[in-house]
């Protein structure tokens, strides 16, 4: 099931010049700095969720290594990419791509743990990664199954007004599929309805690119 909090709260920080996601569930806590439409920034406090972790997940870094560099970065205080590169153990070139899938391992969690979720402008550096709020955002809708998505508009009838220009559109990295269906300017949810259509709908709701009308 999706969180309707942390969405909406990506919706308002999209809608900033900069903007912090925090997100709060039983599992940790979760923040995304966003600048400009792009998030720049991860933080975790979920354990699994760190980049030692994923990099052994990867088979990128020995699993037997991730407890004792964990705990040499924090006892230096380090972010472990810092002491990755130190010993290296990881090319510079590789940091920020592992960076970036760390960011969609926690935006993924984050979408579907339960809890709360709010945004507030500012308090956004400069952050190391670059990854569009939208794409990312519809990236994760595509691979939900359609039920899902129809439980998050909680409606089963009317239409999704869709209301992205194209400049927009164009951001989205849109398969064309999903731009035909996007430039209908409707998706109806009743009847036999392209589950691809609904769960773009989905997403360009979730974003405030779309409304819904009985």
Known sequence: MLNPRFLSALSLSGSKPSARVVARGPSGIRCFSVANGYIVSSESTVPSEGLLDLLASEERLDRGLVEPLGA???????????????????????IVGALERLATVRFRA??????????????????????????????????????????????????????????????????????????????????????????????????GLATWHP
């Open 72 to 94: 040499a970065a924090a006892k230096r205080g380090l972010p472990p990419e810092h002491l990755l590169l130190e010993e290296k153990l990881i090319q510079p070139a590789e």
């Open 110 to 207: 984050a979408m579907v743990d339960e809890g709360q979720a709010a945004a507030a402008a500012g308090g956004v550096g400069r952050g190391t990664i670059r990854l569009h709020l939208g794409a990312l955002l519809l990236e994760q809708f595509r691979a939900l199954p359609s039920e899902v998505v129809r439980q998050y508009l909680g409606v089963t009838s009317g239409a999704l007004k869709l209301h992205a220009g194209e400049e927009a559109l164009g951001a989205l990295r849109l398969q064309p599929a999903e731009l035909r269906a996007a430039r209908q300017a409707e998706v109806f949810l009743s009847g036999v309805q392209n589950e691809r259509a609904v769960r773009l709908g989905g997403a360009l709701l979730a974003l």
